[in-house]
């Protein structure tokens, strides 16, 4: 199987997660979503694979989870839209590359959900304190 169709598997299987998590109760998405998850990181492991692209994709990972927990807003989600791009378009050496005409629009699609779902998180911890 290809990088990149690994890669959009992976993505894929990342947004029906958030599916789960935003409409609690539904077990197909999130489970479907798991064993895409798997399988495209299955894949993906199977070709060469760069240690700067997971690097970035765990800095990203950290930067959305700062923006969750820290008062500034979208400064941290917009530093992981971009290190989630760079890490997609590290991910995969260069003799297979990935395109970027697929890396930078999925990792700008991911980020930007990954972002609002971090601000609504946000705002859910926000009314939480304020309520106690």
Known sequence: ???????????????????????????????TGAILIAI??????RGPVSVIGPLWIVCAALLFVGEVLARADFFFAC???AALTIGFCFLVPAP??????????????????????????????????ADT
């Open 96 to 129: 297979a590359a990935l395109p970027y005409s697929l890396t930078v629009p999925l990792g700008i699609v991911l980020g930007a959900i990954t972002a609002i779902l971090c601000v609504g998180a946000k705002r859910a911890r926000r009314n939480k304190r």
């Open 40 to 45: 495209g990181i299955y894949f993906l492991c």
């Open 1 to 31: 199987m290809l990088p990149s169709y690994a890669l959009t598997i992976a993505v894929i299987g990342v947004l029906l997660v958030y599916c789960e998590l935003v409409w609690t109760g539904r077990v197909i998405p999130g489970v």
């Open 79 to 81: 530093a992981g839209i």
